[in-house]
């Protein structure tokens, strides 16, 4: 089966490579600059859709880093005398540099506010190059040297189509590689959910940076050949309507897939050339179809195949694939090897010591003066009624809240107040109450985010020495599969997580956490929504993940589960501490009774639907 | 010093302008969880109905006004069904979504009124104030008056009527709203035609400030949101101090850098928001996105 497809699709491949080769020869020269020109806008659309449908970051400056190498190309060939090549990496590393800046308020805010910042910014250029002198004002410059390569009339729109179509295939095929290995895997994990990436060791600030950079170094490919191609730029060319005329590309055509990016920037460059003299026709229809797409088709064209698919099977007309209701969730195997992670520590010292930790919200005092000491290799459980801080004292943990006092070391090191994904990377994972699996991924992208460790700035790999990251990313796969196997998820690998029974998604994510390989697991309600077995086989799995060493605090409102299962249990009430020891003395201490089982409605065993605890 | 208080007072009048605009962005906002990208456009529609309904149909200006802002308002229900699917749903598809209508929206004015542009006479056409050697123009007190005026009307709907209020309660949790019967649909319509006559209000005011074309959306709609985040998105006061901050921005910048105002005024407000994201007042409602 893979071979056959594999083969289909490197045919594929070839034909379009023929098509692409002889299509000059079928066109006349005025089409060929229609052709020509249409490739600069799908370079720019691959930048748009890698940092807005790859990376979820809303970017409505792209239109800039398009005319900062434009601009810069002109500068340099004709103020400066530099010859095209040399300009053409200069202006490249400007788009870059420009890119880097506009990213920067990203760090900070995201969503709306990103958009109305980065257009806000385009503004600003396109102020500047109408006003400065040294772009030439309004007018624009003119006059431009071309790219020059011996023995190749580069003046000739035909032979420049082929040095366009050589730097597009090379781009389409580094953005696809991009988005289908560890790096991309890590900025769709981003877009589906910030908080969750963060917590299992994506360093969300670096690839926010990285999405803008390679939006900005796309488009200033592309006004590098526009620049060479039209040997002219004016501001017009990088306005706001040119800025969402590209945006409707990428939206029509799909944001999350560049090919789709890609056949949406061809098919609306061609209907605005065929409705050249309707101008503003054209653009009544291509807002329309904005519109419809958002509203009917959200994934766009490129989403299309897979909706007919879906269709044609619920319709009865293709067989149903073994997959996501149908299939049952495997049984658990038991980790084998009982080797102890961290064997070189001292096995006295506490792998997580909190002392007098603090969290107050704007005058809600959520955690006062909590003590918590965790030894290596315990089970310990937090319980307590609902409103207590169970999971705010989970997010101080995990780093997705810095506490307003007190301190956290881990294993003897001092970790208040680090972010979730540098805890992450010291051997914290967690699981979240209300699942935080990413939507779009499916199950083995869920594992695969977590089971890859490289570092963000380590993605220059992917300029210098591909094969590695092919290499390291086929390894991670066959990691993937152990894990899936070993927590019976092998039927679903292929899944959405979105379309799986609850407790296969409970299943899932403790699946993830353990792909972190951690020394520290977090379970926070890991039973809440299960049926008994399914809670039994909980049971079983925390047992064989204590098994190999890694120490494990869960949260849990299922008494019977938190009295079996935990060798020690911490009783939290209205923030602060009121009991810890072993489950017989817990169950004896009669502050708990009174704030916990004194209630007269028994709040424990009415497990009320808990507002969302973490803040998004 | 003299200088200084001209450019001000012109800052707070254009501003009065960006309030108007920030205060249709908030309030479809914290209704809705909406930011909508259309809405200068809308400006833009209603600043050529007022002006096609006083000097080609010769109508008073209040009246003109009065009208645009019910044309603009069945737009903004026709936006609001249009994008009803996507209600609490997709954020971001929504504000593409919204980007979508502004471009067919500036096309049909190119369409209806030409590319070209027109300029509005002022409706009071006094000569200006003289108040301790600075100039007023007696139109900018007009429009302080109104924004004023329309502020004043609106925060009364918000907190006297219990249309306003079932809106309020939309706005902090819409699954609760729906549970004490409060149509949400509704009241989610109800903003989105406040929003766009507020959007009309502003339109016909700037009319004779500005220069009326088919563009004249985009820098008005980008620096209103402006305004409205500046101030703390979702924030009744906040959008109007945000707006008059826009507008006194942008009063000085043009004053002391000339033509590169506007990249003076978009690197202040691109520094302002990301020292502070919530604004002055705070965003009032949880973050939606």
């Known amino acids: ?616 | 010093m003299q200088i200084f208080f001209q450019t001000l007072i012109g800052g707070v009048s254009l501003g009065a302008v960006y309030a108007l605009v920030a205060l249709g962005f908030s309030l479809v906002y914290r209704t809705m969880g909406l930011v909508n990208f259309s809405h200068g456009n809308v400006v833009m529609i209603g600043a050529y109905m007022a002006s096609t309904f006083y000097l080609t149909a010769k109508l008073p200006f209040a009246l003109a006004t009065v009208i645009a802002m019910a044309v603009t308002g069945l737009i903004g229900v026709i936006i609001e069904r249009v994008l009803r699917p996507l209600e609490n749903k997709d954020f971001d598809l929504m504000l593409i979504g919204t980007i979508g209508f502004g471009i067919v929206l500036e096309a049909l004015a190119t369409l209806v009124w030409g590319a070209t542009g027109r300029a509005v006479p002022s409706p009071v056409p006094a000569a200006p104030l003289d108040l301790f050697g600075i100039k007023v123009r007696t139109y900018d007190l007009v429009v302080l008056a109104i924004a004023a005026a329309a502020t004043a009307l609106l925060m009364l709907f918000l907190q006297r009527t219990k249309r306003g209020a079932a809106m309020q309660a939309v706005a902090m949790d819409h699954e609760a709203a729906t549970a004490v019967g409060i149509h949400v649909g509704r009241s989610n319509a109800i903003a989105f035609v406040l929003g766009a006559a507020l959007a009309a209000l502003a339109g016909s005011l700037v009319g004779p400030l500005l220069y009326v074309s088919p563009t004249m959306g985009g820098t008005l709609g980008i620096k209103g949101f402006a305004g409205a985040i500046l101030g703390g998105f979702g924030s009744i006061p906040g959008a109007i101090a945000g707006g008059i901050a826009i507008g006194v921005l942008d009063s000085f910048a043009a004053g002391h850098f000339q033509g590169y105002s506007e990249l003076v005024t978009f690197l202040v407000f691109t520094i302002l928001i990301v020292i502070r994201p919530t604004g002055i007042f705070g965003e009032r409602t949880v973050n939606r996105a």
């Open chain 1, 1 to 616: 089966m893979r071979t056959r497809a594999t083969a289909l699709r490197a045919g594929g491949l070839l034909i379009l490579a023929v098509i692409g080769w002889l299509l000059p020869y079928q066109l006349d020269s005025y089409s060929i600059h229609v052709v020509d020109v249409m490739i600069v806008f799908a370079l720019l659309a691959i930048g748009l859709g890698l940092a807005m449908g790859i990376a979820g970051q809303i970017n409505l400056a792209q239109v800039a880093f398009f005319g900062v190498a434009a601009y810069a190309t002109a500068i340099l060939t004709t103020k400066a005398g530099y010859g095209f090549w040399t300009s053409a990496i200069l202006a490249l590393a400007a788009a870059a540099a420009f890119g880097l800046v506009v990213g920067l308020p990203a760090l900070r805010i995201q969503s709306h506010y990103l958009g109305i910042v980065t257009l806000g910014l385009a503004l600003a250029f396109t102020n500047w190059a109408t006003n400065a002198t040294i772009t030439g004002g309004a007018e624009g410059i003119s006059g431009i040297a071309g790219p020059i390569l011996p023995g190749i009339d580069l003046s000739s729109e035909y032979l420049y189509y082929y040095l366009e179509l050589i730097v597009f295939a090379i781009a389409l095929a580094f953005g696809l590689f991009v988005v289908h290995t560890p790096l991309g895997r890590r900025m769709r994990a981003m877009r589906d959910d910030a908080l969750a990436a963060g917590a299992i060791g994506a360093e969300v600030p670096a690839l926010r940076m990285t999405a803008f950079l390679l939006a900005s170094v796309y488009g200033g490919l592309a006004g590098v050949l526009y620049a060479g191609l039209i040997r002219y730029v004016a501001p017009e060319t990088f306005s706001i309507a040119n800025m969402f005329f590209l945006l409707a590309m990428v939206i029509i055509g799909g944001r999350q897939s560049l090919v789709g990016c890609v056949v949406g920037a061809a098919g609306l460059t061609l209907v605005r050339e065929l409705l050249a003299d309707y101008p503003t026709y054209a653009q009544i229809a291509y807002g329309t179809v904005v519109v419809l797409t958002v509203v009917f088709a959200p994934t766009g064209l490129a989403g299309i195949p897979a909706r007919l698919r879906s269709t044609a099977s619920r319709l009865g007309w293709t067989r149903q694939p073994a997959a996501a209701g149908t299939a049952a969730l495997g049984p658990f195997e038991p980790y084998t090897a009982a080797q102890p992670v961290d064997s070189d520590t001292r096995r006295t010292e506490p792998i997580l010591a909190i002392d007098n930790i603090d969290m107050s919200f704007r005058g809600l005092q959520a955690l006062r003066g909590v003590q918590l000491t965790v030894a290596p290799g315990e089970i310990r459980g937090i319980v307590g009624p609902n409103g207590s801080g169970k999971t705010t004292l989970f997010n101080v943990i995990s780093g997705l809240y810095k506490p307003t006092g007190g301190t956290v070391h881990v294993s003897g090191r001092n970790l208040t107040g680090a972010s979730s994904h540098r805890l992450a990377r010291v051997g914290i994972a967690r699981t979240f109450q209300n699942l935080r699996l990413f939507g779009q991924l499916t199950v083995r992208d869920n594992i695969l985010v977590a089971l890859d460790d490289t570092r963000t700035y380590q993605a220059w790999r992917y300029l210098l020495w591909p094969f590695g990251i092919w290499r390291h990313d086929r390894n991670l796969r066959t990691a993937a599969d152990e894990i899936l196997t070993r927590y019976g998820l092998a039927a679903f690998g292929d899944a959405l997580p979105g379309a799986l029974p609850y407790g296969i998604q409970r299943r899932a994510e403790i699946a993830r956490a353990m792909a972190r390989r951690p020394r520290l697991l977090l379970l926070d309600e890991p039973a809440a929504g299960l049926n008994g077995e399914e809670t039994r086989q909980l049971s079983e799995i925390v047992r064989s993940i204590r098994a190999t060493g890694v120490t494990v605090i869960v949260i849990e409102h299922n008494m019977s589960l938190v009295m079996s299962l935990c060798e020690r249990i911490t009783v939290l009430a209205g923030g602060t501490v009121i009991a810890e020891g072993t489950p017989a003395e817990v169950a004896q201490a009669p502050q708990v009774i009174e704030a916990y089982l004194g209630d007269s409605d028994l709040s424990h065993d009415v497990p009320a639907p808990v507002p969302t605890e973490i803040a998004s």
